[in-house]
């Protein structure tokens, strides 16, 4: 019922998607770590490739990657076209679970506080300012916690 609610170019984009996440399956691992699908245009898929090399593979295998990308998506490519260029950045996967946050000990607060007990303002921004230094301090300081611009 969705399929035939979205448009051909909605659905091929999907499946672009789809072949992107699944390349290393398509393609083979390490020619995966060389190559990625970029577009799917009039039934061409366009992939880049890091060096010519990859791309002559790349086209040397066009049928097979075409009947693949058929049998699995449904997406009917008529050819595979290679170009080089800037393969895009692939992104680790984020770790799952709870965050590991930074603990911020009650005396960096205090001093940060000390730091600013004379500057005018309300006592709750000051507090949260104090916090936000201590933090700041704590999180990225060198050399033991100290205040890297001390």
């Known amino acids: 019922m969705i399929k035939g609610a979205l448009t ?23 020619l995966a770590r060389h190559t990625a699908p970029e577009s799917v245009e ?14 002559q593979e790349i086209s040397m295998r066009g049928g097979t990657v075409a009947r693949s990308i058929e049998k699995r998506w449904g997406v009917e490519i008529t050819s595979v076209k290679a170009r080089v260029g800037r393969m895009p950045v692939k992104r680790a996967p984020r ?7 930074v603990r911020v000990p009650q005396e960096a607060v205090e001093s940060s506080r000390k730091d600013i007990e004379n500057i005018p303002g309300r006592d709750d921004a000051k507090s949260a300012l104090a916090r936000l230094m201590a933090l700041y301090r704590t999180r990225f300081a060198r050399g033991g916690g100290k205040d890297p611009e001390a």
């Open 8 to 30: 051909p170019e909605v659905r091929k984009g999907l499946a672009l998607a789809a072949i992107a996440s699944a390349w290393p399956e398509v393609v083979g691992e390490k």
């Open 95 to 101: 770790a799952r679970g709870k965050k590991q946050g």
């Open 42 to 55: 009039k039934n061409v898929l366009t992939v880049v490739a890091s060096t010519p090399a990859y791309a």
